[in-house]
């Protein structure tokens, strides 16, 4: 079955800094991975995804996310925080040829100005 | 127009009544998901439907029926509430079952006193 770990329930990083997000992900066969945003009231919105192909995705926002199989992790990283990016994110895995999205604890982001 | 729209969006109501949340989706996909979120942010896929046929029934009490009536509505009904139903309860479609993106519906927050 699969699972996902998302590292740190809350993440705080000044304006301007990087930021990463950790997720690693158990799955027996490959896996699709997702990360998704949530902002206060709202539902989820994805950020990007990896499905095939190039490791490295980019998604909206400027974030940026690395599929490396070898460490089964999928870190989020986006260079410089804006404060608009204070929300919860969520990582998530699904099985190729599988029905079910599963999604990790999630993540909160606090940006300081 | 919204993708995904739910209504109710706040439901409170006593232990022991009955309530049911709709959730319509105007982006042509077939499949479409029930998901449970808890106070703690965690994210419980509970059903799923595709083309108006039950695909994922996790281990939720018989007291929630799901219903499709078409492939564009899924709605909820929960029987007999319980304080631990209080939940905010997302509706959410993909394209299909094999594509993994999922859009989701702004939630339905349920407070049972």
């Known amino acids: 079955a699969q699972s996902v770990t998302q590292l740190g329930s809350h993440v705080s990083v000044s304006e301007g800094a990087l930021v990463l997000l950790r997720c690693n992900y158990s799955?027996?066969?490959?896996?699709?991975l997702f990360w998704y945003v949530q902002y206060p009231n709202q539902g989820l919105q994805l950020l990007l995804k990896?499905?095939?192909?190039?490791?490295l995705v980019k998604g909206i926002n400027g974030f940026e996310a690395e599929f490396k199989k070898s460490e089964t992790s999928f870190h989020l990283t986006k260079p410089s925080a804006h404060m608009s990016d204070a929300a919860e994110y969520f990582c998530a895995v699904r099985n190729t040829g599988g029905f079910k999205t599963i999604f990790g604890a999630g993540t909160r982001l606090f940006v300081k100005a | 127009d919204t993708a995904v729209s739910q209504t109710p969006k706040y439901l409170v109501t006593q232990m022991g009544n009955d309530k049911s949340i709709k959730c319509e989706q105007n982006l042509g996909h077939d499949t479409m998901y029930w998901y449970k979120q808890d106070s703690k942010k965690f994210l419980k896929i509970m059903f799923s439907?595709?083309?108006?046929?039950?695909?994922i029934n996790e281990t939720v009490p018989n007291r929630f029926s799901p219903k499709s009536p078409d492939k564009a509505h899924l709605n909820l009904h929960i029987n007999s509430l319980e304080l631990g139903d209080s939940a905010v309860y997302f509706c959410a479609s993909s394209q299909n079952l094999n594509t993994g993106e999922l859009f989701f519906g702004e939630g339905s927050r349920l407070t049972v006193l």
């Open positions: 990896y499905t095939t192909g190039a490791t």
């Open positions: 799955s027996s066969v490959p896996p699709y």
């Open positions: 439907y595709n083309n108006k046929e039950l695909i």
